[in-house]
């Protein structure tokens, strides 16, 4: 079954199609793998299914129900997850009150003026557990502003994956930090997307062949095609538009 | 174990001095010193908004002046009225306004924001001044009658009686100080601050910013309306420039930067530094206005993070804790 279908997405810019009828299928429980060149529309993809741009016209599905025009919040209830390409977090609180801020969402404590949320033990207890799983634990007492730019990836697809969603969107999770690092994050993000839908954008292409169970390749706005990897490594036209220059 | 002790002996410690303060400082000091928690509280309601939620409100005043309006207009025009339903109607008024309001509100941020308010604030201004029947114009509305407060069991305390007049205004005021600080303790405190921090985020968490915003206008709007409510029953005096002009918004703004924008506490100190600078200096001019905003230039030059600031940059070298704010 699909859990989110997007059918002649269509995107235009003040006269720029940024997408032009993407047509994209993503398998309930999948690992897929979004690439493509720079300008050739991922984020805006991504933006137009997360409610934070209205789509020009085409519809999107989430879970068979029309989700187009949809704010964040309310998709965020419904189930759906994104973190950021630029880090998005709260610089100025700790880990901790991050993380914490997805688990009262999740727990549904998002308008309460009454309770001491220190007290909450549930809240707390859970935040906790959350933090352990994001090997985030150790800083949980330090302003997320003071983290080192890995970790601070690691808290961003933290707080993607706070409030439980069913699909969880990455936009470019292991930009800009080191091998190493990728390696670690690669790991936490196969670990905690476990039993979830996952689409990720990536430029590195070793994260993508080792994460993804399918690749959606975006060229000029436009699914340029969509298949195993295995499939997508050897297709001519991807390699002339995008993978050529890495020969993989 | 030792901080709950510490804090017990603190809150014991501030207790005693407050009823002490009036026999201890005489009626003149205690009334600046009335006028001084007036302002604190004032000061503290639009800090939830301008330090907590990131929002900069240039009509605070509004809110002050309809509780002020409220409770002088009921206690004019009812007879027998309890002082407390006064104050309540005071508060009542601010918070219907804040609901009227905060629809258009809301869905803004920054300039925006605080231009709709600067009108918003203006707007009550001008209908308050230009109301005369109901308001009595620039020349304001006042001997309206102070009654006693009413104890069950005892009898009445006279609250034209400077001294009584002291406990029940700091008793109100202290306890909506309190209010405020558990509100910001609350699950919606934690919002509000990670607004500030990064709506975009909060929305992305499946949290509603704009009834978030909302409520904490209101609640904002609440106590300002009681700060003014005290205020109209202090002065037993209400005009549109004392309660409702320009100046009546930006005096808080002001105590908020000087003390902290980022700190509960920094608005307390604001205000209370204000007062005595004010009352140090009506010894040799009036103007005060031109050395409060020296005042402010030079905090934004030199201390952008207020007083609290400076504690903390000094808190942090003593004890070396790792914060950024």
Same mark, same amino acid.
């Given at each position: 079954m699909n859990i989110l279908e997007t059918k002649d997405l269509l995107f235009d810019y003040s006269g720029h199609k940024v997408l032009n009828g993407v047509n994209l299928e993503i398998r309930e429980g999948e690992r897929h793998a979004v690439i493509g060149p720079n300008g050739a529309g991922k984020t805006t993809l991504f933006n137009v299914i997360t409610g934070s741009y209205k789509p020009s016209s085409g519809s999107i599905k989430f879970q068979g129900r029309e989700i187009s025009g949809m704010k964040p919040y309310q998709l965020n209830r419904m189930g759906v997850g994104r973190s950021f390409q630029i880090t998005s977090t709260f610089a100025k609180q700790t880990v901790f009150q991050n993380a914490r801020m997805g688990i009262l969402s999740k727990q549904k404590v998002r308008f309460n003026p009454f309770s001491k949320v220190d007290k909450m033990h549930k809240i707390t207890n859970e935040t906790n557990l959350l933090l352990e799983q994001s090997n985030l634990a150790e800083s949980a007492d330090m302003p997320a502003g003071l983290l080192s730019y890995g970790k601070n990836r690691a808290l961003e697809i933290c707080l993607a994956l706070s409030t439980d969603p069913q699909l969880v969107m990455l936009d470019e999770p292991t930009a800009g930090i080191s091998k190493d690092e990728t390696k670690t994050l690669v790991e936490l993000i196969r670990k905690l997307t476990e039993n979830k839908t996952m689409v990720i954008i990536e430029h590195d292409m070793d994260v993508v062949f080792s994460l993804a169970d399918r690749i959606t390749v975006l060229h000029h706005g436009e699914v340029l095609a969509c298949d195993a990897p295995e499939v997508i490594k050897n297709d001519p036209f991807v390699k002339q538009a995008y993978l050529g220059t890495l020969e993989v | 174990m030792t901080k709950i002790w510490i804090k017990t002996l603190a809150a014991i410690i501030l207790i005693g001095l407050l009823i002490a303060f009036p026999k201890v400082m005489g009626v003149l000091n205690t009334n600046i010193f009335i006028g001084f928690a007036i302002m604190a509280l004032f000061a503290v309601s639009l800090n939830l908004m301008l330090g907590y939620t990131g929002l900069l409100s240039f009509?605070?005043? +509004?809110?002050?002046?309809?509780?002020?309006?409220?409770?002088?207009?009921?206690?004019?025009?009812?007879?027998?009225?309890? #002082?407390?339903?006064?104050?309540?109607?005071?508060?009542?008024?601010? %918070?219907?306004?804040?609901?009227?309001?905060s629809?258009?509100? %809301?869905?803004?941020?920054?300039?925006?924001?605080? +231009?709709?308010? /600067?009108?918003?604030?203006?707007?009550?201004?001008? %209908?308050?001044?230009?109301?005369?029947?109901?308001?009595?114009?620039? $020349?304001?509305?006042? @001997? =309206?009658?102070?009654?006693?407060?009413?104890?069950?069991?005892?009898?009445? #305390?006279?609250?034209? $009686?400077?001294?009584?007049f002291y406990y029940f205004a700091i008793t109100v005021?202290?306890?909506?100080?309190?209010?405020?600080?558990?509100?910001?303790? *609350?699950? #919606?405190?934690? %919002?509000?601050?990670?607004?500030?921090?990064?709506?975009?985020?909060?929305?992305?968490?499946?949290?509603?910013?704009?009834?978030?915003?909302?409520?904490?206008?209101?609640?904002?709007? @609440?106590?300002?309306?009681?700060? @003014?409510?005290?205020?109209?029953?202090?002065?037993? +005096?209400?005009?549109? $420039?004392?309660?409702?002009? /320009?100046?009546?918004? =930006?005096?808080?703004?002001? +105590?908020?930067?000087?003390? @902290?924008?980022?700190?509960? *506490?920094?608005?307390?100190?604001?205000?209370?530094?204000?007062? #005595?600078?004010?009352?140090?200096?009506?010894?040799y001019t009036d103007r005060i206005a031109l050395f409060n905003g020296l005042v402010l230039i030079l905090m934004i030059k030199f201390a952008p993070g207020g007083i609290m600031g400076i504690w903390d940059g000094v808190y942090r070298k003593w004890f070396k804790r790792r914060t950024l704010s």
């Open positions: - | 009509g605070h005043a +509004m809110f002050f002046g309809l509780g002020a309006y409220t409770t002088a207009l009921s206690l004019k025009h009812i007879d027998n009225l309890p #002082i407390s339903m006064a104050l309540l109607l005071g508060v009542l008024g601010a %918070v219907v306004c804040a609901v009227i309001v629809p258009l509100l %809301v869905r803004l941020s920054g300039t925006a924001f605080s +231009m709709l308010t /600067l009108a918003f604030g203006q707007l009550m201004y001008i %209908v308050c001044l230009k109301f005369r029947e109901v308001t009595g114009g620039a $020349d304001g509305l006042g @001997g =309206f009658p102070v009654p006693d407060l009413k104890i069950p069991f005892t009898g009445g #305390i006279d609250m034209t $009686d400077p001294v009584n005021l202290g306890g909506c100080i309190l209010l405020i600080w558990r509100f910001t303790k *609350t699950p #919606i405190g934690s %919002v509000m601050i990670s607004i500030r921090d990064n709506d975009n985020r909060v929305d992305y968490l499946g949290f509603h910013v704009p009834s978030v915003k909302s409520l904490v206008f209101i609640v904002s709007g @609440g106590f300002a309306g009681a700060a @003014g409510a005290i205020y109209a029953l202090f002065q037993n +005096m209400v005009s549109t $420039d004392g309660v409702l002009g /320009l100046f009546t918004s =930006f005096n808080p703004i002001i +105590m908020t930067i000087i003390g @902290g924008v980022s700190s509960f *506490t920094g608005p307390i100190i604001g205000a209370g530094l204000l007062t #005595i600078l004010e009352e140090f200096l009506l010894r």
